[in-house]
Nanobody, 127 residues
Framework: QVQLVESGGGLVQAGGSLTLSCAAS????????MGWFRQAPGKVREFVAT???????????VYSDSVKGRFTISRDNAKNTVYLQMNSLKPEDTAVYYC?????????????????WGQGTQVTVSS
C-alpha cells in the first residue's frame, strides 16, 4: 500500500508565497515520478508540475504554462517527500492541490498517468 499525504495549504495574499509538502509512505518513493495537480471549484483536475526520478543527482521537471516561472517542484528522497514552492501567487491559483505518484514510465501530464493520489490540500489566494 502507498499513501500520499499533502500539507502546507492555507490562505495567502496575492503575490505571496506558499510551500506544499507531500509525504509518501508504503512504497519506494525514489522510484516514483511525482506530480502536483490542482482542481478549482467547477473545473477539472489539471496538471501543475512533475518531477522525475533522480539520475546522477538531477531530476527532470516539467511545468504547466500557467505556473512556469512561479512554481518550483522538488523532492527529497531521504525524507520521502515532494515539495511545491509557489511564488507570486494569483487568485486564479486558488484550488485544492493534489500530490500524485507514478510507478511506471511514459506520459506524465494526465491524471490517469498516475497510480497514487493524496487527499488534497486547499490553497486560497486572496486579492
Amino acid at each position: 500500500q502507498v499513501q500520499l499525504v499533502e500539507s502546507g495549504g492555507g490562505l495567502v495574499q496575492a503575490g505571496g508565497s506558499l510551500t506544499l509538502s507531500c509525504a509518501a509512505s508504503g512504497g519506494t518513493f525514489s522510484s516514483y515520478v511525482m506530480g502536483w495537480f490542482r482542481q478549482a471549484p467547477g473545473k477539472v483536475r489539471e496538471f501543475v508540475a512533475t518531477i522525475g526520478r533522480f539520475t546522477w543527482g538531477s531530476a527532470t521537471t516539467v511545468y504547466s504554462d500557467s505556473v512556469k516561472g512561479r512554481f518550483t517542484i522538488s523532492r527529497d528522497n531521504a525524507k520521502n517527500t515532494v515539495y511545491l514552492q509557489m511564488n507570486s501567487l494569483k487568485p486564479e491559483d486558488t484550488a485544492v492541490y493534489y500530490c500524485a505518484g507514478k510507478v511506471g514510465t511514459g506520459s506524465i501530464r494526465g491524471v490517469f498517468d498516475y497510480d497514487y493520489w493524496g487527499q488534497g490540500t486547499q490553497v486560497t489566494v486572496s486579492s
